[in-house]
Structures are given as structure tokens and as C-alpha cells.
């Protein structure tokens, strides 16, 4: 019998008291393509990390064609034939393609770029790709890095390829053609790990698939007896009681109405492309997707930081009456959107980046929003200090003293902090994104609570989590993104983890008015 | 030619030199992305310990031989450079301080340090009639006396020549060599050249040494060649390790670019004194400091020109200033 090309056994990664990777065992064959597939934060990149020398794990042994092995570093990997490409590239951008190539030769080897440059090309012929080994690297598309990547550790002579999300930045004929070049180098005896999310390309590329959920290994499939229905149940897993409460709220008002909302990133790339929904006050709207499919460029256009496309429109209502005078917040700054009297309280999902200044202490940051009330040239810091005691009091933030820089407190008082400070601004729509991320359990449910508070107040939430179950049992109605397009929005009472994930995993093509 | 043009290039060049060996030294350093703006300082250390050693080694042995003074002059001066640059790399790199606040650091100590030990050791003495000054006033014979052109192309000492030598070693060293690919690397995004198996720290300490120890050189020729032999204990060395570092801006990194780069800021530096003759005018003394002014504004110049242009290839490395941890990605 074949040894494996590579095989995990009782893999266990901590950091801190987080646990990454429990138990995982996988193995690939020689020739083989596996996906692994997983939530959010499951730990798919963790574990691959630990098999290119990023991470070292605490427990578990890894054997490469049989042998057990130690990968303490990237250069153990590269010895052992393991080459890893992450979504990060690690490319030069002022180098040619054939110079990020020459970078990783072994250090005896005579430096001859002639030499290089004609086993490069023998690469490409061999496989089918297509490079100018001579372009600039910052001149090259996205896709074109990604080439190259690959041909880099084929260079260095990987017989096991690790791909971390390689689709999530190409087109589909770009897609397609990397898919190509993958199925020759199985054809050629290399084994290749893919981590991918997007359900029809797993049943497209890979024999078999592991599935992991929650850091834990759930088990392998063939994939021609697996379905997108039945990936997605071993995905979500079955559904945990979590006993959030749902208060009802009276009353129900629309509050925003967003219409064809797109925007574009710097590269080109529509990462919200139309996006159409309707907001209530008294409701919290769940937005759920894989994490970088447009919520953090949703909320922000919202909220006025980001450029949107033209024939974007966000209204809102300011009354609870409908016909009455809605206000256009596209081209607005967030300052104006402010001072016109629309309360939009934003969250952001790098809470000390650009939600508090870490070194500042609780009552500089309640400043931060206040400091140019008032009419005098000296700011008032007596209000902020009163709220900052208050928050601390209500919410018991621990920390020594309200003056304490904010960075030195732990994760969940940094996110209790933000929120009590944007719910002090008395907002008619509150937006949150991962507002329990990295909280204890505890900490989480007085974050809900806070949010049912606000709901039954009569604000609007649009609340972005990354926890199917939370969403489910927390949320009204839960809007799914997917590739920037809004999938589906359910309603939250009668939807399952299943149809959620199914929704965030695979884009309903040309099926626009199926959102109930 | 003109007496008084040729006047103007035997002062250019000697000038020019001295930045030459400044900036050349300081793109070493800044390729490994170490942004040292203790340039002034490595400069007067080097230029102190070079002049001190070979003026007590004349000084206390009856008959001092030509060439071990020269060499001493030499080794000590990019000795006591490179110990300049060890404290700056150990505070930035093993210890990950503000790159900015050493180098300014580097460049007050190294004044202080070079102007203490000069009072106090050589107390204004002059090294006019000494060996050592003779070895580097030395000019190439037969060729430095075949009129004009001779005189501005062979009149000057030997470290003129090496300079121009150096500039094109480092190019061929950047661009040619494995160690100097592997250097650009670590400068420009030193994960990934840790990814591949770079020593990050070694490349950045070894980097940074050398290239102080090179600085040091310019340091070294302004005392012994260009202020004929005299340690000065005025703060000239600093304003020209400034022009260093602003030349390492005006040649966007290319050492190439040092060579006439370095003469062109010598002759925008002495206009002021050769121009109005050349063309008969008369310019009142206080316009002097204002047209010395010039290397600086075609450095400004020369950021806004490539700041428009925004050709990646002129561009600082892009992990210039910025410490390395390997923890962080």
C-alpha cells in the first residue's frame, strides 16, 4: 500500500485560551485533490499554517509519505516538498517574476538567472501556464500573482500544494483556468490541499473533501456521493439551543430603504454589487455571509465612508410616517449625515482601529464624539466623564480607572466600551458588526441584551455576525451576502442554519425575486 | 576652459565625493530598509578616527611607513563608522526602536563624541605635513598634468576614483549578486523574503554596519583631502551629512545615480562663488547662504517630480522606517 502524501494525526492548536485546531486527523493521497471546507473561523488556515511552518502545534505528529516529520519553519516545509500559497501573497512587487523566483533558491545553488528562467519556462510548458517571467510584479492582475505563486513553490519543488481561498479573488474564467492547471498537476502525481468556501467549485475540483467545524475535525466525504445539501449540514452542524431572547416589538416603521447599493474597491472589483433591502425600526435585521463578501463596504456606505456607484440609494425616514420626507444619505459625509439629525451608530469590526483610540483613555474616547458640541473653544470634558462612569457602572466595564487607556483593557470591555458609547448617542438605527467577536459567553449575552434593549426602544439594528445560531435565535430577519450580492433575505423564525449556509456558500444565479 | 570654470569642478568634485561616500553608504543601509538618519554623526565619527590613528601612529614611531598610515587611517575610520551603525542596528533592529529618533540620536552623539576626543586629543593640530595627508593629496602623475583636462579629470587623490569604483560595484552587487537580491528583498517586504529563507536580522545588521562603515569614508576625506589635513571642529561635516541624505533621495536609490548626482550638488554648492564671475556678475554676500540652498531644493524637486510619476521602481523601499517582527504576520 501507498503511503499518504500526507498525513495529520490528532492535531491540537491553542492560542491562548482559544482553541483553534482539537483533535483534527486528515490525510491526503498522492494525485489527489481534497477541499477543506468550513465556517468562519473554523480553523481550515490554522491547520494548513501548521503544515507550512507558520504555526508549530501544541500537540498531534505529521507524517509526509510515512515519515514522521517536525516542520519548525517555511524552509522545513519547502525541504519536505510542502508549498503553501496564502491568500496574502509573500511577492516582491518591485521584482520581476523571475526574481521573486530566484528568491527561493537554496542558498549554494549558483545564483544564474539564466539557469532559472529556463526551468521557470520548463514549469509553465509542463503545466500549462501562462507568465511573463520578465513583468513587474505590481504591474500583474491579481490573478496573474497567483500564478506565479504557484509556479514559485512548484520551483521549489513542492509535491504537496496548499491553496488558501485561491477563488475568492478571480473571475470565473479565471477560476476555470486555474482549476485547469490544478487537475494537470494531479494528473502529474502532486497532491493539492484547497481551502474554499464555495460549494459548486468543492463538488467541481476535489475528490474527496474534509469538513471542519468550530476547530474540530467533522469527517471526510468522496465528493461524488455528496450534495450541496449535505456539505452544507456537516458544515453548520445541528442546531444548538441558545436561549437568546426575541422580544416582539409594538411598533414597526420603515427607517432605511437601500436601493441598488454598489461600490467598488480600489482594484476594480464590485465588492457590493446592487444590493437591496429594506429596514424597520423595532427589528434587528441579521446580515450573515462569509466573512469579506461586501458587509463591512454595506455598512460602511451607510454610514457615508465609503464612495458608492452611481444610481446607489440609502434613504431614510426620519418619521415614523412613510409619505413623509425621506432623506437621501448617499454623498453625504458622516458628519453631515449627523448634523441632519440622522442617528447612524457604527460599530466597526476592527473595534481599537477605527472605533477607539487605544491609547486614550475611556472618557477621551466619549470625547471623541462630542468634542465639537458647544459652541465654546474649550471642550467640555465634564459630560464625557459623567458617560464614561455611567457606561462603566451599567455595563461593568473592568478597568482601574475611567482614565485608563482603553487598549489595556480586555476584549470584552473594549467592545462594551464601543457599544455603550454608541448607544448613549440615542440612535435610530444602530449598525454592529462582530459585536461579540472573541467574547466570553457571559459578555455576549449582555451585548444581546443591550441590542434587544435598543430594538424595543424602536431602533433600527442591522446586526453582522459571523454565528449562524446567534443569528437565528437573536435576529427578525437575516439578509445573506454572497460575492457582494444580496442572496436571499429569511425571516429568522422559520429558517434553518441550513438554508442559511446554502445561501452564503452558493449565489442563486439570476434568481433576483426570490427574496421573500 | 575657462580657469575659473575649471576652478569651479576641482571644488565640485572633491565636495562631491565627500556626499558620494555618504549617500552610498546610506542606500546600503535604507535597501535593507533601516531609514539612518545618523549619517552627520557616522560621518564625524568616521572622519575623527581615521585622522586621530593615523596622526598619533606618525606621531609616536620614528619612521612611519606610507601605506600602513594610509591603511590605518582607513580601517579606523570605517571601524569606528561601523560601531556607529552597531548602535543603531541593535536599538532598531533587536529592540525595535523608532528609527527616526536613533538616527537623530546617532547624529548628536557622533558630533558630541568626534568634538570632545578633537579638543581634547589633537587640540586644532594640523597633519598639513604629515604622510597621510601627502597619500591622499597624491594625484595620478604624468595624466593630471595634460592641461584642462587632466587637471579635472586626474587631479584629485586616490578616494575619488574609489568612490566612483564603489558606486559601480554596489549597482553591479545589487543587481547581479544573489546576497544583493536577497538584501533588496528584505528591504522591500522582509516577510517574504523570510518566507524564503533570508536571514532578516543578519541581511539588516550586516547592511546597516557596512553602510555606516562607508559613510564613514566621506567623513574621513573631507578631514584628510578635502580640508587639506586639518581637523575642523566646525559643524561643516553635519551639513554634508545632510546632503548625504538628501542625495540618497536625489539618485531614488540607484548608486549609479550617486556618481554625478554627487558632482551636481558639489557644483549647486559653490555657484555662488564661481558663477557670478563666470558671467561678471557681482552678487552681494548675504545671497550666498540662499544659493547653497540649491542641492536641497533639486532633492525637493526631485521628490515631487517622482511623486508624480509614482514609478515604483523610484520609490523607497517599501519597508523603509519600518522595524521587522516576525511574530506579526
Known amino acids: 500500500m501507498t503511503p499518504y502524501a500526507i498525513e495529520l494525526h490528532h492535531i491540537t492548536k491553542t492560542f491562548g485560551s482559544v482553541v483553534a485546531n482539537r483533535d483534527v486527523s486528515l490525510a491526503v493521497n498522492k494525485g489527489e485533490i481534497l477541499s477543506l471546507l468550513g465556517e468562519n473561523g473554523s480553523g481550515k488556515t490554522t491547520l494548513m499554517n501548521m503544515l507550512s511552518g507558520i504555526y508549530y502545534p501544541d500537540e498531534g505528529e505529521i507524517y509526509v509519505e510515512g515519515e514522521r516529520v517536525e516542520i519548525r519553519d517555511p524552509k522545513d516545509a519547502y525541504a519536505l516538498g510542502i508549498g503553501m500559497v496564502h491568500q496574502h501573497f509573500k511577492l516582491i512587487d518591485v521584482f520581476t517574476a523571475l526574481e521573486n523566483i530566484a528568491l527561493v533558491l537554496d542558498a549554494h545553488e549558483r545564483y544564474d538567472l539564466k539557469a532559472v528562467r529556463e526551468k521557470a519556462r520548463a514549469i509553465c510548458e509542463r503545466y500549462g501556464f501562462v507568465i511573463d517571467l520578465d513583468q513587474k510584479v505590481y504591474e500583474m492582475s491579481v490573478s496573474q500573482k497567483q500564478t506565479l505563486e504557484i509556479i514559485k513553490m512548484l520551483y521549489r519543488g513542492a509535491r504537496l500544494l496548499i491553496l488558501d481561498e485561491p477563488t475568492a479573488v478571480l473571475t470565473p474564467q479565471e477560476t476555470e483556468r486555474l482549476f485547469a492547471v490544478l487537475r494537470a498537476m494531479r494528473a502529474d502525481g502532486k497532491s493539492i490541499i484547497i481551502i474554499t468556501h464555495k460549494l459548486h467549485e468543492v463538488l467541481e475540483i476535489s475528490d474527496r473533501v474534509s469538513i471542519l467545524r468550530k476547530g474540530e475535525y467533522v469527517g471526510t466525504v468522496e465528493t461524488e456521493r455528496a450534495t450541496e445539501d449535505s456539505l452544507t449540514e456537516m458544515m453548520v452542524g445541528r442546531k444548538v439551543e441558545l436561549n437568546i431572547e426575541r422580544p416582539l416589538s409594538s411598533e414597526r416603521h420603515l427607517r432605511l430603504s437601500v436601493h441598488n447599493l454598489s461600490v467598488q474597491s480600489a482594484d476594480g472589483v464590485r465588492v457590493l454589487d446592487g444590493v437591496t433591502f429594506d429596514a424597520y425600526s423595532g427589528e434587528i435585521l441579521g446580515i450573515a455571509g462569509i466573512s469579506g463578501n461586501g458587509q463591512k463596504e454595506l455598512l460602511e456606505a451607510i454610514a457615508g465612508l465609503q464612495k458608492t456607484l452611481p444610481d446607489s440609494s440609502v434613504l431614510y425616514y426620519p418619521d415614523d410616517d412613510r409619505d413623509s420626507s425621506a432623506e437621501q444619505l448617499i454623498g453625504k459625509t458622516p458628519r453631515d449625515i449627523r448634523d441632519m439629525g440622522v442617528h447612524l451608530s457604527f460599530v466597526p469590526e476592527d473595534r481599537l482601529g477605527m472605533g477607539l483610540v487605544g491609547s486614550m483613555g475611556m472618557t477621551d474616547n466619549m470625547m471623541l464624539k462630542s468634542y465639537n458640541e458647544g459652541g465654546s473653544p474649550i471642550a467640555d470634558r465634564s459630560a464625557p466623564r459623567k458617560l464614561a462612569e455611567e457606561i462603566r457602572e451599567e455595563l461593568d466595564v473592568v478597568t482601574p480607572s475611567i482614565a485608563t487607556p482603553v487598549s489595556r483593557l480586555s476584549g470584552g470591555n473594549v467592545q462594551k466600551v464601543l457599544v455603550g458609547r454608541e448607544i448613549a448617542a440615542t440612535p435610530t438605527v444602530l449598525m454592529t458588526a462582530y459585536a461579540v467577536r472573541g467574547l466570553d459567553i457571559n459578555t455576549s449575552y449582555t451585548i444581546y441584551h443591550l441590542l434587544n434593549e435598543q430594538k424595543q426602544r424602536g431602533v433600527a439594528i442591522l446586526y453582522v455576525g459571523e454565528d449562524l445560531d446567534v443569528l437565528v435565535d437573536l435576529c427578525d430577519r437575516i439578509l445573506v451576502l454572497c460575492g457582494g450580492k444580496c442572496n436571499g433575505v429569511l425571516d429568522a423564525r422559520h429558517t434553518t442554519k441550513e438554508e442559511i449556509g446554502l445561501l452564503m456558500t452558493s449565489l442563486k444565479q439570476g434568481k433576483g425575486g426570490d427574496q421573500r | ?329
Not at chain 2, 579635472?152 to 575619488?160: L, P
Not at chain 2, 554596519?209 to 567623513?219: D, K
Not at chain 2, 561643516?236 to 558632482?263: C, D, H, M, R
Not at chain 2, 532633492?299 to 519600518?322: C, D, F, M, Y
Open chain 2, 1 to 329: 576652459m575657462n580657469s575659473t570654470l575649471i576652478a569651479w569642478i576641482l571644488r565640485a568634485v572633491p565636495f562631491g565625493t565627500i556626499i558620494m561616500y555618504g549617500a552610498l553608504g546610506e542606500i546600503v543601509t535604507e535597501k535593507s530598509g533601516n531609514l539612518n538618519l545618523g549619517v552627520p554623526g557616522i560621518m564625524y565619527l568616521g572622519g575623527f578616527a581615521g585622522f586621530a590613528s593615523a596622526y598619533l601612529y606618525e606621531n609616536a614611531v620614528a619612521e612611519p611607513n606610507y601605506l600602513l598610515c594610509v591603511l590605518l587611517a582607513l580601517v579606523c575610520a570605517f571601524l569606528a563608522a561601523m560601531a556607529g551603525g552597531l548602535i543603531y542596528s541593535f536599538l532598531t533592529i533587536t529592540l525595535r526602536a523608532n528609527q527616526n529618533v536613533t538616527g537623530l540620536a546617532l547624529t548628536t552623539f557622533g558630533m558630541g563624541v568626534a568634538n570632545f576626543f578633537g579638543v581634547f586629543i589633537l587640540n586644532g593640530r594640523t597633519a598639513t605635513q604629515s604622510l597621510v595627508y601627502r597619500a591622499f593629496q597624491t594625484k595620478m602623475p604624468v595624466l593630471s598634468g595634460l592641461g584642462a583636462l587632466g587637471q579635472t579629470v586626474f587631479g584629485y587623490g586616490f578616494m575619488v576614483y574609489a568612490a566612483i569604483a564603489l558606486a559601480v560595484a554596489l549597482h553591479f552587487f545589487f543587481t547581479r549578486t544573489r546576497a544583493g537580491l536577497n538584501l533588496r528583498a528584505v528591504g522591500e517586504n522582509p516577510a517574504t523574503a523570510d518566507a524564503a529563507g533570508v536571514s532578516v536580522a543578519r541581511y539588516k545588521y550586516l547592511a546597516t554596519c557596512l553602510g555606516a562603515g562607508i559613510s564613514g569614508l566621506g567623513g574621513l576625506y573631507y578631514v584628510l583631502d578635502y580640508n587639506q589635513g586639518i581637523w575642523a571642529t566646525t559643524g561643516q561635516i553635519e551639513a554634508l551629512g545632510w546632503l548625504a541624505v538628501a542625495l540618497v533621495i536625489f539618485t531614488t536609490w540607484k548608486p549609479l545615480n550617486a556618481i554625478w548626482g554627487s558632482y551636481l550638488f558639489g557644483a549647486l554648492y559653490w555657484l555662488y562663488q564661481f558663477m557670478p564671475s563666470l558671467l561678471g556678475w557681482s552678487l552681494p554676500g548675504y545671497v550666498t547662504d540662499l544659493i547653497q540652498m540649491l542641492p536641497y531644493v533639486v532633492t525637493i524637486i526631485v521628490l515631487v517630480v517622482t511623486s508624480l510619476h509614482k514609478r515604483r521602481e523610484n520609490q523607497p523601499p517599501a519597508s523603509l522606517g519600518l522595524a521587522y517582527f516576525r511574530e506579526e504576520r
